[in-house]
């Protein structure tokens, strides 16, 4: 499918005028940058390169979309031919997808003449903001679970396709699998989910249900024990399933003194090692405060998947230099006050110390200026081809293992859940 | 394209489960409603249905899917026969798109076998949930800016399909346009947008920039005039397109101050009839504070593309009523404490006095109880097959329609802005 139209009517108007101006294939340097953290945040998670770098190749202008435009006298007739032979040219550079940011981190590097690289702003935004967001979200989840697996299972509050997305974005940030099947089938990311309440419902009894649902899923299976009466309906999982059964899941109540209790039932019916997992409206800060109940497992909905409060990330496409027709970069810059942005191309660098981030510092130019710490600007996009190493399955496990690395590196206040600056400074060399 | 797999995994094993228990034939009745409005909100409005429909339509497991379920050992190879057969058979009831909702309107009613119900949970949820999230949010910009245009530019700070559901959900709304081409090119929605600060930037200078662009876009154009000066760029856009110039955008600033400047300046030039729009970070509530300042139009971006605040609307897919062996229909109803539900076949009917809307009236059962008002519920689905009148662009335009009708026959401090009490209470009936 192309991805062409998803995309601001300013784009192809833009491109349309500079095509008149000649000034269309000058080239250009565009950068993706956040100009600060969500408020509380103190790092920021890398998510939707892999799947960017699929979009920007099934970005291409087919004849429905090029006769929609012409209809819509969208461009002129000479803008539709450019686009009728568009395909990403250029070259992009960035962070890794998993990496860790802060404000200002140059996320994206978009290099090509005006015309093909701002046409690509919009998707680029979309999908860099929506995933960003997700993943950010859940390294604090995961942060707060102290090593329990996470699972998402919020597809039903999010956008339909967005789901899928922020699917991958949650195992990016270390969840261990997701609810929603085609991400499980695009992705290659573990899927879960045994029963909702309907289910037990739909049966004349809960015992009836729980017959029902071990005979399809084993005694292995996670039976849901909250539609009725919480303690009854552990007794009774026990009894139809055996001490085998492999989990019980509650999604109502107050988790803490339901969890403590629940385990003491468990181990007294001598289903020790069946295990607890809860599902009741979790964010990162009830999970924290479910340290010390001995829950088992998580699955967190509507917060992970609308970001926890940040839905969107915040990142821009800026133009930060151009090439004059003398050949010589121009680092370019808007200047008013409260959106102004540093000119010039960057790449980021995370200075370390003993194998600690102290400092995101960002490079300023192409003077081949040289600064120890671990360099964080890779090659994505090299003369329209995409790297393949990132795209698809593999490049979704190598996010994920990326961002484990990521966040090691990171100082250990980094984690508090807590309002505070960014875990580390950002600087200009 | 299939939406089969846009479902969480445990909809499929329940089913595997009711084949394996010989439940998954019950008659069944499931009900989408949302249990509370989210904090400061006295009304919602539905959207999403029109594009529900047409989902529903395209939910039919394909061969790459089924082989996907397969190997992956998600159900037995009898349900993978079920789904294979599976296209929804049953009878869909529900409030028009662009209708008003309260607490526990039934804003959905899926009727047909438990497994043919309950597969669309998941999917009915992601389109209700976000589209419904975005229209709520959008009517309040639209109450909050008295009649002036407003235009959705929020594509770039959420998920790039989300995107153009978001474009279609503030249209219904009562927004004016969208900056997304896909919105335009699917559902027939005014696209609008001219160009960036990143053009201004590409050119050797301001004038050279605003040329090109008045060259192809003509003196009718809006011109960016925040890039370096304010003052200055009103100045020159008005010597380089004249006093015919259509419009100023302005992008950031003191905006209150910033308008009424800018006004008096264009005046002064004799440029009385360009209008001006602004588009800086905005939401309900700064459009609400430039009611006083002479702004003749309003872009809007992150707030209303995430639901200003509420990117979920909470809607719940339960099991409400079942048909037993002996053919009687019986309700059913969770009662862990704060998940209650209310069991029954359930329509809405609005109360009205002297037209102006004073209770959400639910009746229960199918008592056919008459009740005085308007009827809310009206057939989505019949025997499978959906309401045209509801889907693409004509259903899109009429849901616009019928949004600015149940709006208007709101009381009139449901427009308020303030925190409050959903605007009329809710009563069973």
């Known amino acids: 499918m192309s991805t062409a139209l998803l995309t601001d009517r300013y784009e192809l108007t833009m491109i349309d005028a500079a095509i008149g101006s000649g000034t269309h294939d000058r080239e250009c340097v565009f950068e993706v940058f956040a100009r600060r953290l969500p408020e509380t945040r103190r790092f920021g998670i890398v998510a939707g390169t892999g799947r960017l770098l699929d979009a920007i190749g099934e970005f291409r202008f087919q004849d429905e979309q090029l006769a929609w435009l012409k209809a819509n006298g969208v461009v002129r007739d000479r803008t539709l031919e450019w686009l009728a032979d568009y395909r990403f040219r250029g070259t992009i550079s960035g962070y890794r997808e998993g990496e860790a940011y802060f404000p200002g981190s140059p996320i994206l590097v978009v290099e090509g003449t005006f015309a093909e690289a701002v046409i690509l702003e919009t998707l680029a935004l979309s999908v860099l903001n929506y995933d960003s967001a997700i993943a950010s979200a859940a390294s604090r989840m995961v942060a707060a679970a102290e090593g329990k697996p996470l699972a998402e299972m919020g597809s039903r509050r999010a956008n339909e396709s967005a789901a899928i997305a922020a699917a991958r974005a949650a195992y990016i940030a270390g969840?261990?699998?997701?609810?929603?099947?085609?991400?499980?089938?695009?992705?290659?990311?573990p899927t879960m989910g045994t029963a909702a309440h309907s289910f037990t419902l739909l049966h004349d009894s809960e015992e009836d249900a729980f017959r029902a649902q071990v005979e399809a899923l084993g005694p292995g299976t996670t039976l849901l024990v909250d539609t009725f009466d919480i303690e009854r309906g552990v007794e009774l999982a026990v009894r139809v399933a055996g001490t085998g059964l492999g989990a019980v899941r509650i999604d109502s109540g107050?988790?803490?003194t339901q969890v403590a209790a629940v385990r003491a039932q468990l181990d007294a019916l001598g289903a020790t090692s069946t295990r607890i997992t809860v599902t009741n409206d979790l964010d990162e800060y009830t999970i924290a405060a479910l340290r010390a109940a001995p829950v088992d497992s998580f699955g967190v909905g509507t917060s992970v998947v609308t970001g926890s409060g940040h839905p969107a990330s915040g990142f821009v496409y800026k133009l930060v230099a151009h090439r004059d027709d003398a050949g010589a970069w121009i680092p370019v810059?808007?200047?008013?006050?409260?959106?102004?942005?540093?000119?010039?191309?960057?790449?980021?660098?995370r200075t370390l110390d003993g194998g600690v981030a102290i400092a995101e510092t960002i490079v300023v130019g192409d003077g081949g200026v040289s600064v120890d710490g671990r360099e964080l600007s890779v090659p994505l996009v090299v003369d329209g081809a995409p790297i393949e190493r990132y795209r698809g399955k593999d490049g979704t496990e190598r996010a994920r293992e990326h961002r484990a690395m990521a966040i090691a590196e990171l100082p250990e206040d980094a984690l508090r859940l807590g309002r505070g600056e960014p875990a580390i400074p950002t600087r200009y060399a």
Request: aromatic fraction near 6%; glycine fraction near 14%; avoid cysteine.
């Open 254 to 256: 107050d988790l803490p």
């Open 175 to 189: 969840f261990s699998a997701t609810s929603n099947l085609e991400a499980g089938r695009r992705w290659g990311i």
């Open 333 to 349: 810059a808007k200047k008013s006050a409260e959106k102004a942005t540093v000119g010039g191309r960057k790449r980021g660098v």
